[in-house]
């Protein structure tokens, strides 16, 4: 009976072997002679749905990869996955990417938290990640051999934006609303350095919680501190809830707000027409670019996914795989965790439809520049500045 288990237990462990996607005859996780496998988890509901378009862009990429031949006779298999904006379910979709499906890389994916809650798996696995959608130290420090950054650092980000609202708008009274967690603190991080070093400090603070929806008192206390100018680094929910309460009492700050949500008429919609004017630092060419690489994936959006609204949100999808997708043309047939780690590092000054991309044996901090833009009525953005390059 116990050779008779046995004999059942290695068929089964032999079936399930064969069947994962680096069975026999495959030396790498997730690349075959015609397919290299990569995934993303996107919240495509929750409170952060409307990030959930990044993931979807990010496919569109790929499609157009695809469509053009592929990559070293590779193309891009890309799986999909709504976390909800949930670290939980994220934790769960990375099991899956490593024990069913085998994947070689994951890009973006939205969530500090829900990135936090599976980076060392990712890492401890040599899953190459690249383009996490959020700016904060925890992708970089300590030092990850197989991430590589693109999103410009909330806490520079931020620094620049309140010297932006500062010194050339002439604004002194600020405040800040920001989501209780690693995304919003490490924005307030950056505006409370900038003020530290001009002697000054927010006139108002306001933190929330991911689950909330009553911010009436916060609208409230915004408006008892006197703020000229109030500095958003929340969800586009919470932000659009914030702008409705505000109105209701007749206050009116100069907004200003990270590139998480500068999806202008999306902003506008949800608000309801309230988010004209706002300031915005930008991480990727406009809507209406006419930058080459904006122009062709415009043409391919058309024809790929014309169902898909063509958003801030939706290509910065794309702009987060660019890189990767840059390296993986670099390396050639001979693609491994490894090979790839090098052929990024080869990226200087490399640009797509984002900033300007740096990497090397010591460097996972790609992106270092933003742009300022002012949203218009209409949904469009008035440009204020080129790209400006933002470090400590």
């Not at 520079?156 to 309140?162: G, N, R």
């Not at 690489?293 to 999808?317: C, D, I, N, S, T």
């Not at 740096?358 to 204020?384: A, I, M, S, W």
Request: glycine residues 10%.
């Amino acid at each position: 009976m116990v050779k008779r288990v046995s004999i059942i237990g290695a068929v089964i462990v032999g079936v399930y072997w064969v069947t994962m996607p680096w069975a026999f005859g495959q030396q790498v996780r997730g690349v075959t002679d015609t397919e290299i496998l990569v995934g993303q988890w996107g919240p495509q509901t929750g409170p952060a749905a409307a990030w959930g378009s990044v993931a979807r862009g990010t496919g569109l990429l790929f499609k157009i990869i695809n469509e053009e031949g592929g990559i070293h006779g590779r193309k891009i298999k890309y799986f999909l996955r709504d976390d909800s904006y949930q670290p939980a379910k994220t934790k769960a979709i990375v099991k899956e990417f490593l024990e069913q499906i085998g994947v070689f890389a994951v890009v973006a994916g939205v969530g500090v938290g829900t990135g936090m809650a599976v980076r060392d798996e990712l890492m401890e696995n040599k899953v190459i990640w690249v383009g996490p959608a959020t700016g904060v130290y925890n992708w970089i420090q300590p030092f990850q051999r197989y991430l590589f950054a693109v999103f410009p650092l909330y806490d520079d980000e931020a620094y620049y934006l309140t010297a932006y609202l500062f010194e050339k708008m002439g604004l002194k009274k600020i405040a800040m609303f920001y989501q209780n967690d690693d995304y919003g603190k490490q924005g307030l991080m950056g505006v409370e350095r900038y003020l530290k070093e001009k002697n000054t400090a927010l006139v108002a603070k306001l933190s929330y919680e991911v689950t909330e929806r009553d911010l009436s008192s916060h609208a409230l206390k915004l408006k008892d501190s006197g703020a000229q100018a109030v500095i958003l680094w929340s969800s586009p929910a919470h932000a659009a809830i914030l702008l409705g309460e505000t109105a209701k009492i007749g206050f009116k700050p100069q907004w200003a707000s990270s590139c998480t949500l500068s999806d202008s008429p999306q902003m506008l919609q949800m608000t309801k027409g309230l988010w004209a004017g706002t300031i915005n630092s930008f991480f990727a060419e406009l809507p209406d670019s006419d930058h080459p690489l904006m122009v062709k994936y415009r043409e391919w959006h058309k024809k790929l996914e014309p169902q898909e609204r063509w958003g801030v949100f939706y290509y910065a999808g794309m702009m987060f795989a660019e890189p990767f997708v840059e390296g993986l043309r670099r390396v050639g047939r001979n693609l491994t965790p490894e090979t790839l780690v090098k052929a990024m590092e080869t990226l200087k000054d490399w640009k797509g439809t984002g900033p300007p991309i740096t990497y090397g044996p010591n460097e996972r901090q790609g992106g270092k520049h933003v742009f300022y833009g002012k949203v218009r009525p209409d949904g469009t953005v008035e440009r204020l500045t080129d790209w400006v390059k933002i470090t400590k």
